[in-house]
């Protein structure tokens, strides 16, 4: 651990810097989006014949095995915010033993020296114990994600596509042509190591399969009702005013059956809203093997501190384990079998 960390002990860091307004927005955000995960109805088991010690939560990601299947999902870097940041989850990742995924690398391939702007002399670091992930704007280049990988000596790259991110950015992109052909030779080149991403605004059953079809393995939905990138770039864009359209993008829950409804054999990574215990495990129940987390763990980073927000995600990892008992579930693998039913919007839209 370096001596950065303590600075967000001090809950001080994001007041006195400012040049990170994506990041700094983000904790300004106050619109309440809906998963609509609470619409999958679970059933208590008064007969478990378990104890908790039998619940056994380990899961196989990237080729490791890992403790539990929740990541600690792609934010910021490439910035001495974002180095900060990227560093105490990173710390806190290897602590638990959960994959973490870095934030956007793009700003490398301008100026190589920022390679320390994500994850500062842990960079170096070797044999890490756990999942570590590379993330890109979708229309890398095959040689760019070499580069992306190599420099945090990554396990896998994640590309995002954020169509509905950059269209209300302040002299964001508006063109988004080109990203299909790029993912499909992403595809060629890293196979089981790529995963294509959402930000936050889900995916229809439509882009799921056309990424299927062009060999995309791994696919994070991040879907709509957690972080929420329309507000974050409307808080900085006084050139129009978007808030009619907070709204926008497919529910977490949808992005989930969309993507199971695509293919049984792919690995869904469950992102986009995700606080509580029963999140994780309704998000694994609809079909995801993966969960992950970013707005969330950033809040209890920024406003409580490194402690704080390694208890969050502690804590989460048990109180999910209590629902595996509640179930009757021994492993990960029943949980995924748990009977639900759905109800409510997420039923009238399925
Ligand atoms: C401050 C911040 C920065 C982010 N930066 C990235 C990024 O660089 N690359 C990326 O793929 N996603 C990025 N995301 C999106 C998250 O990975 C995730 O898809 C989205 O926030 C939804 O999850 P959440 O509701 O748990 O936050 C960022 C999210 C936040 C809050």
Redesign the pocket.
């Known amino acids: 651990m370096t001596d950065n960390l303590n600075e967000f002990n001090k809950g001080e860091l994001i007041i006195e810097n400012k040049r990170?307004k994506?990041?700094d927005?983000?904790?300004l955000t106050t619109y309440e989006g809906d998963?609509l995960l609470s619409c999958v109805y679970i059933e208590h088991n008064s007969l478990p014949e378990l104890s908790i010690d039998d619940v056994d939560t380990t899961t196989t990601f990237f080729g490791k095995q890992v403790p539990f299947p929740l990541m600690i999902?792609?934010?910021?870097?490439g910035t001495e915010q974002g180095v900060e940041?990227n560093e105490a989850l990173y710390n806190i990742s290897k602590e638990l033993g959960i994959p973490m995924?870095?934030?956007?690398?793009?700003v490398l391939m301008e100026d190589m020296d920022t390679a320390e702007l994500f994850l500062g002399e842990i960079v170096e670091e070797v044999n890490r114990p756990t999942v570590l992930l590379s993330?890109?704007?979708a229309n890398s280049s095959v040689a760019d994600i070499k580069v992306a990988m190599d420099t945090i000596n990554a396990d896998g790259i994640?590309?995002?596509l954020?169509p509905g991110?950059e269209i209300f950015t302040k002299d964001g992109i508006s063109n988004f042509v080109g990203r299909y052909e790029s993912i499909e030779k992403a595809a060629k080149e890293y196979g089981d190591k790529l995963i294509v991403?959402?930000?936050?605004f889900g995916m229809s059953e439509e882009v799921i399969k056309k990424l299927v079809d062009v060999g995309v393995k791994n696919i994070?939905v991040?879907?709509s009702?957690?972080?929420?990138?329309v507000e974050?770039e409307n808080l900085r864009n006084f050139d129009y005013d978007f808030s009619e359209l907070y709204e926008w993008g497919v529910p977490?829950a949808k992005s989930i059956i969309n993507a199971r409804n695509i293919s049984k054999d792919i690995t869904i990574i469950a992102?986009?809203?995700?606080?509580t215990s029963l999140d994780i495990a309704r998000a694994l129940i609809l079909g995801a093997d993966m969960v992950?987390?970013?707005?969330?763990?950033?809040k209890y980073l920024i406003h409580g501190g490194y402690d704080y927000a390694k208890d969050y995600l502690q804590e989460l990892m048990y109180k999910t384990k209590i629902v595996m008992l509640l179930l009757g579930c021994k492993n990960i693998e029943q949980l995924k079998k748990t009977p639900y039913k759905l109800t409510g919007k997420l039923k009238e839209i399925i």
């Open positions: 990170d994506r990041l927005n983000a904790l998963t999902n792609a934010m910021t870097g940041i995924e870095v934030g956007a690398q793009d993330n890109l704007h994640a590309l995002h954020n991110q991403k959402e930000v936050g994070d991040s879907g009702g957690g972080t929420n990138f974050i977490t992102s986009g809203g995700i606080k992950g987390i970013s707005g969330e763990v950033l």
